[in-house]
C-alpha cells in the first residue's frame, strides 16, 4: 500500500499562483510514475498533468499547458504542481495518484491515490 499526501491547496485569485505537493512518506516514490488529476462539482474526475519515474517525460492537459509544470524530487519522496496564472475553471478537488509504470493521462491505470486538495480561484 502507498499512501499519498497531498498539500498546498487553497484560495487564490485569478491570474494568481499556487504549488500543490504530493508525498509518499516512507516509500520510495522513485519506483512510481505520477499525476494529477481533478474534479469540479457536477464535473467528472480529468487528467491534469503525469511524469514518468525518472522525471525526464512529462504530460499535461490542453487547458493548463504552459500554465502548469509538474515536477519530482525523488530525494525528497515529492512530486509537485506548478500552477501559473490560474483561472476559475481551474477550481477543482486535485487529486495526486501513483502508478508502477510510464506515465498515463488515465484516472483507472493508477494503484493509489491520494485524499486530494481543494483549489478554488475567485474572478
Known amino acids: 500500500q502507498v499512501q499519498l499526501v497531498e498539500s498546498g491547496g487553497g484560495l487564490v485569485q485569478a491570474g494568481g499562483s499556487l504549488r500543490l505537493s504530493c508525498a509518499a512518506p516512507?516509500?520510495?516514490?522513485?519506483?512510481?510514475?505520477a499525476g494529477w488529476f481533478r474534479q469540479a462539482p457536477g464535473k467528472e474526475r480529468e487528467f491534469v498533468a503525469a511524469?514518468?519515474?525518472?522525471?525526464?517525460?512529462?504530460y499535461y492537459a490542453d487547458s493548463v499547458k504552459g500554465r502548469f509544470t509538474i515536477a519530482r524530487d525523488n530525494a525528497k519522496n515529492t512530486v509537485f504542481l506548478q500552477m501559473n496564472s490560474l483561472k476559475p475553471e481551474d477550481t477543482a478537488v486535485y487529486y495526486c495518484?501513483?502508478?508502477?509504470?510510464?506515465?498515463?493521462?488515465?484516472?483507472?491505470?493508477?494503484?493509489?491515490w491520494g485524499q486530494g486538495t481543494q483549489v478554488t480561484v475567485s474572478s
Open positions: 511524469i514518468s519515474k525518472s522525471g525526464v517525460s512529462t
Open positions: 516512507g516509500r520510495a516514490f522513485s519506483a512510481f510514475a
Open positions: 495518484a501513483a502508478r508502477y509504470y510510464s506515465g498515463s493521462t488515465i484516472a483507472d491505470e493508477y494503484d493509489y
